[in-house]
T-cell receptor, first 112, second 114 residues
């Protein structure tokens, strides 16, 4: 089946630093999604990408849909303590069922 | 009120007990899902349903069953719970529009099997 490799697994940064994380796939996806999970809560959608090469921002967050359609990147600028959480990428290959494949997540810790 | 509500939020049970986790949604979505989250393993799909009469196994359905009682309700059952089913369980919904399958998640149900 399809697999997503998400890296890094965890990050420890200082407040104010920029953060980058990425996901790569062995197969092509038609949609890339980035979710954030706060402690004790369910994942919440941050950014959705629908076209190869697309670059989309949501406040301090920027995500890109890779040209090969096999990867995606999420950048967070000027991190703040509330950015703490687990970030998940998810890919959708299209077809008739539209199931999502999730990465294993990146745990972000921001030190004030 | 939350768009996707899961009950219970926390449950501790013993090996061999039957457990039901319930999910209800107010988003009017046709599609509902159950995921399991384990540390370092991300989210894995247990079962999904595209409408009331449609039930499909996900990647880790063994030991679980589901019931889609109505468009808004989708429950997950563990007929005989075992310790390795200790995990955080999430219900999710989507509207299934062509070109996107954006999921809305509930807050999760933490299950501990002793």
């Amino acid at each position: 089946g399809q697999q997503l490799n998400q890296s890094p697994q965890s990050m420890f940064i200082q407040e104010g630093e920029d953060v980058s994380m990425n996901c790569t796939s062995s197969s092509i996806f038609n949609t890339w999604l980035w979710y954030k999970q706060d402690p004790g809560e369910g994942p919440v959608l941050l950014i959705a990408l629908y076209k190869a090469g697309e670059l989309t921002s949501n406040g301090r967050l920027t995500a890109q849909f890779g040209i090969t359609r096999k990867d995606s990147f999420l950048n967070i600028s000027a991190s703040i303590p509330s950015d703490v959480g687990i970030y998940f990428c998810a890919g959708q290959a299209g077809g008739s069922n539209y199931k999502l494949t999730f990465g294993k997540g990146t745990l972000l810790t921001v030190n004030p | 009120d939350a768009d996707v509500t899961q009950t219970p939020r926390n449950r501790i049970t013993k090996t061999g007990k039957r457990i039901m986790l319930e999910c209800s949604q107010t988003k009017g979505h046709d599609r509902m899902y159950w995921y399991r989250q384990d540390p370092g393993l991300g989210l894995r799909l247990i079962y999904y349903s595209f409408d009331v009469k449609d039930i499909n196994k996900g990647e880790i359905s063994d030991g679980y069953s589901v019931s889609r009682q109505a468009q808004a309700k989708f429950s997950l059952s563990l007929e005989s719970a075992i310790p390795n089913q200790t995990a955080l369980y999430f219900c999710a919904t989507s509207d299934g529009q062509v070109g996107a399958n954006v999921l809305t998640f509930g807050a999760g149900s933490r299950l501990t099997v002793l």
